[in-house]
């Protein structure tokens, strides 16, 4: 049997009063999931364990079947793997977003939905004008800014120590950002302390000199004129060192072969440690408008002659991120309509059974613009599969499912075994 899980990034959410107290998923037009979910067997998965972020770092490992206490080092290190980045031993490696402050608060984690061709003309100008003058200053290659898509960017710290308290700007918008800075972890004995406060002190002069070079730049000069968003600071979080991980191959002897579908660093990091082919799709933006229906002929053409397949589409938390209703409505009817539906209309005439699993990886709900690390509702079809009494796919419905509430690797292990 072959294997695919489709995940919405950030799908689930809470009920909103505007929606007559029902949640985006109980509201939404989705008749494939509701169809898997009359069909299969659904439940609910808590994906993020006691004392770790609800990042999407976090979730995406756990349903791949990882445990997060033995491979967890943080978003920067995964995103530095799909980028191509070969981090050395002493690499500390941190995400680094380009976002927009106003009247000294965090006003969006995205520097207002920074475009890749602009944000990699900004990453070029605060590599020439700020990290290499503090390489000067050091004598070697301390300080160094990785492009990647859109606002999701990389800043390499040589030496630098990850035992280090980073604010996630998702987690933060209409916040002071002085009050965010970093600041050593607690609990250090007095040398790491030391060494923390030292890289805690680097990364808040560079959060603070890259608001005094981007607001000069003509980019946000423009910007700015236009009445538009300004991309007006640097923002990084999420550090670590490179990660240990088996291959999903190593993990699950039913996986043999398979394919990672995302827009997103993160996602391709994750699956460049997990053994899976990176896929990409053109016109795939990690935003509402992204590529569908190539997304979900790339899935087709990839369970075609591999056993697995993970195909990921980040719409949803963003639009959930910019507490943007409608939006994230849409997105979820998309999800189903142009990308589950062509999926499942073709796999259900295969000879071999294709098992779809259907899930989001965290909450973010539009009335919170944050993630929240609550159970989410999934969904398991196959065409043999012993249907439960569940008659839709929503975070209620699901709560009812026959395979109960799942823990982290049991729904990997449970997806597996089905």
């Not at 608060?105 to 004008?129: C, E, P, S, V």
């Not at 308290?165 to 004995?189: F, I, K, R, T, Y």
């Not at 236009?226 to 191959?249: D, F, K, V």
């Amino acid at each position: 049997m072959k294997h695919i899980i489709i995940l919405g990034d950030g799908m689930a959410d809470h009920p909103v009063e505007r929606l007559g107290g029902k949640t985006l998923l109980q509201h939404a037009h989705k008749p494939t999931m509701d169809l898997l979910a009359r069909q299969g067997q659904t439940g609910r998965l808590i994906t993020v364990p006691e004392g770790f972020p609800p990042g999407s770092e976090v979730a995406n490992t756990a349903i791949l079947g990882y445990d997060l206490n033995k491979v967890y080092e943080g978003r920067g290190p995964l995103e530095a793997a799909s980028i191509g980045y070969d981090m050395a031993t002493d690499d500390l490696a941190l995400r680094c977003n380009i976002i927009t402050l106003s009247d000294g608060k965090i006003l969006t984690h995205n520097g207002g939905n920074l475009q890749t061709d602009d944000a990699r003309m900004l990453i070029d100008y605060l590599n020439r004008h700020l990290a290499e003058p503090i390489n000067q200053e050091e004598g070697y290659e301390r300080v160094k800014f990785i492009a990647g898509i859109q606002y999701r960017h990389l800043l390499i710290i040589k030496g630098g120590s990850k035992d280090i308290v980073c604010a996630p700007p998702h987690d933060h918008p209409g916040e002071e950002w002085q009050s965010l800075l970093v600041h050593p972890a607690d609990g250090l004995s007095p040398d790491d302390h030391t060494a923390a406060d030292k890289t805690a002190q680097l990364l808040n002069r560079l959060i603070v000199a890259s608001q005094e070079l981007l607001i000069q730049h003509p980019y946000n000069i423009n910007k700015m004129k236009n009445g538009e968003r300004p991309a007006n600071s640097i923002w990084p979080w999420s550090g670590g060192y490179r990660p240990s991980m088996q291959t999903l191959m190593e993990l699950y002897p039913e996986v043999k072969t398979g394919s990672v579908i995302s827009a997103v660093d993160l996602i391709r990091g994750i699956g460049h440690y997990a053994g899976l082919d990176i896929v990409e799709v053109e016109g795939a933006t990690g935003l509402a408008d992204t590529n569908y229906e190539g997304k979900a002929q790339a899935a087709i053409d990839a369970l075609r002659h591999q056993d697995f397949v993970f195909v990921h589409v980040e719409a949803s938390d963003e639009a959930g991120h910019d507490g943007d209703l409608d939006l994230k409505l849409r997105t979820i009817e998309y999800l189903d309509q142009r990308l589950v539906a062509p999926i499942y209309d073709e796999v259900k005439t295969w000879q071999e059974p294709v098992s779809i699993a259907v899930l989001p990886d965290h909450l973010t709900p539009v009335e919170m613009r944050i993630h929240v690390g609550e159970p989410v509702p999934f969904l398991i079809w196959h065409r043999d599969i012993t249907p439960d009494d569940v008659q839709c796919y929503d975070e209620v419905a699901c709560a009812a499912g026959g395979l109960g509430l799942l823990r982290l690797q049991q729904f990997m292990q449970t997806f597996m075994s089905l």
